[in-house]
């Protein structure tokens, strides 16, 4: 399912919200959910989250994905975690607004979303991330801040993949660093900060550890009642838990109660007494059947999983998380014919069809092609309107398998602007938002050039920027039809120069090519998107 993304770095506002129509929600969604407060003249304006008295979706990783928090929400969660996400991928992430799905998105270098969120949960969604290090911690909160309701830090996790960083369960044997990690972020961060954290083999530990964790300034305390070597079939110390609510001032999460405790919703409020914690975090009870968070009682799974399916759908989930998600409901049912159709199903459209959801499919499918439709008229008028008639075109791309090793268009223009005496040539490079596709525009000698065709990165759409301007020059580009020039001979003398230093046994930590003056070149490091 296509889907489209505009590079930004702005917390997301009404300028976001397009005119394309709404997609419905599910049968029994509720309000989206805010705290909100009243000024004097009227006005409401957003409160800081709250922790106390809440019911609370736990972080669970491939489970805690944007369709199970939304779908928590709407059956009456307060405030939902995100799966844990670790600070180093985090960092490699590009902030988009996704105009089809009204997400916000942020991506990998190799495409993959790793973090989705939208308007309906902003004020309610906190933020996991695995962190073992106070300043990658800080740039993480402040690149997802204004998208988020709170910022958590992973200090229970028992998995190796977590530990093996120093993240997670890791953490508590070093205290300094939990101390670092949270009172930077505390200090960097305007949202609340809390962390989650599994006991210590002591009472007396855990109590200072929190108490000790309670003075960095974080907003609360979420604490699994569990050692780190303890599985959910070993029984949760509900006594830790207690000792801790008592000995602290901040509000603390009780985790653990899915396999002793909590069967439907009223026993929520039986493992918040057993603890005396301010508030309950739910984690396996609600991957088994999030409606556990309703009052009124658990909805039939059949009716769960198809709500979570329209969520799945709608925001464009990749079908093999919805398929975990899935299996995780259906447990001993996998058996089921239903439940064997699932396991056969390669996409989003099969799993629709093995639960009689085709239709919806379908329709949703042509709500996304009439939007992305939309966007690419837009788009392409926008386009004609940034069209300078000064600008000399052609329809060109640069083919590396064309030119010889080592040797490029831009290369060959910034020899020529020497030999003329010209300024060197400067690339303005723009990300189209739709296909985010680049376009780059050089100036020689105060003239444009750009090639019409928009490439796939930025370095291929200023090579064919620069193979514009040769061509319109009568100036050769390195082509290996061209046959041997100045600079091809100059490039193979340096090469024999590499060679011949090699069988003398010099110093070839830096290779002669790398330091010849003509590969030197102007552009813009930093690609501006076009605005939207």
């Not at 296509?2 to 976001?16: C, I, K, N, W």
């Not at 969604?125 to 309701?149: H, I, N, T, Y």
């Not at 525009?441 to 928009?454: H, I």
Request: net charge neutral.
């Amino acid at each position: 399912m296509a889907a489209s993304h505009v590079a930004a770095a702005a917390p997301p506002d009404d300028a976001v919200k397009r005119r394309f129509p709404r997609f419905p929600p599910p049968p029994g969604a509720a309000a989206e959910p805010r705290e909100e407060a009243s000024t004097a003249t009227g006005m409401t304006v957003n409160t800081p989250l709250c922790f106390r008295g809440k019911k609370i979706l736990a972080p669970m990783v491939r489970v805690g994905t944007l369709p199970m928090r939304l779908l928590a929400l709407d059956y009456g969660a307060d405030i939902v975690y995100c799966e844990e996400l670790i600070d180093i991928k985090m960092l490699q992430c590009k902030r988009v607004i996704n105009e089809v799905l009204e997400t916000v998105d942020f991506i990998a270098p190799n495409e993959r979303v790793v973090f989705r969120t939208c308007e309906r949960e902003r004020h309610r969604v906190v933020f996991q991330m695995g962190s073992a290090d106070a300043e990658r911690a800080l740039a993480v909160a402040k690149l997802v801040e204004s998208d988020v309701a709170g910022i958590d830090i992973n200090m229970g996790c028992p998995k190796e993949y977590s530990t093996k960083g120093g993240m997670g369960a890791a953490l508590l044997s070093d205290p300094d660093k939990i101390e670092s990690i949270l009172t930077t972020l505390v200090k960097g961060i305007c949202k609340p900060v809390t962390c989650k954290i599994r006991i210590l083999p002591s009472v007396e530990d855990t109590v200072n550890l929190v108490k000790r964790i309670e003075k960095t300034g974080i907003a609360a305390i979420a604490v699994h009642g569990r050692k780190k070597e303890e599985r959910p079939q070993h029984p949760v110390h509900c006594d830790v838990i207690k000792a801790i609510s008592e000995a602290v001032s901040i509000p603390v999460i009780a985790n653990g109660g899915s396999h002793d405790f909590i069967k439907e919703y009223m026993d929520i409020e039986t493992f918040q007494k057993a603890t005396a914690a301010s508030s309950v975090m739910i984690a396996r009870a609600a991957m088994w059947n999030p409606s556990i968070f309703r009052k009124e009682g658990l909805f039939p799974l059949k009716e769960v999983m198809q709500d979570y399916i329209k969520y799945a759908v709608r925001y464009d989930n990749h079908y093999t998380n919805t398929k975990y998600c899935l299996c995780q409901m259906l447990r001993e049912q996998l058996e089921t014919t239903q439940g064997k159709k699932l396991h056969a199903a390669q996409s989003t459209q099969e799993i629709c069809e093995a639960f009689e959801m085709a239709d919806f499919y379908e329709e949703t499918t042509a709500i996304f092609e009439a939007k992305k439709t939309s966007l690419e008229t837009e788009t392409q008028d926008e386009d004609d309107q940034m069209e300078d008639p000064d600008v000399i075109k052609m329809a060109v791309r640069f083919d590396k398998r064309e030119y010889p090793p080592q040797i490029t268009p831009k290369m060959y223009l910034l020899e020529w602007c020497r030999k003329e005496k010209h300024p060197q040539p400067v690339y303005e490079t723009v990300q189209r938002p739709l296909d985010r596709l680049f376009c780059s525009v050089v100036t020689v000698a105060e003239q444009k050039y750009r090639s019409t065709l928009w490439d796939k990165s930025k370095k291929l759409a200023e090579q064919a920027a620069a193979i514009v301007c040769l061509r319109t020059l009568g100036v050769p580009e390195g082509k290996l039809c061209e046959g041997e020039t100045h600079l091809i001979n100059k490039r193979k003398r340096e090469d024999r120069e590499c060679l011949n230093n090699r069988d003398h046994g010099e110093d070839l930590s830096e290779p002669s090519h790398k330091k010849a003056n003509f590969i030197a070149e102007t552009s813009d490091m930093n690609v501006p998107k076009m605005p939207r």
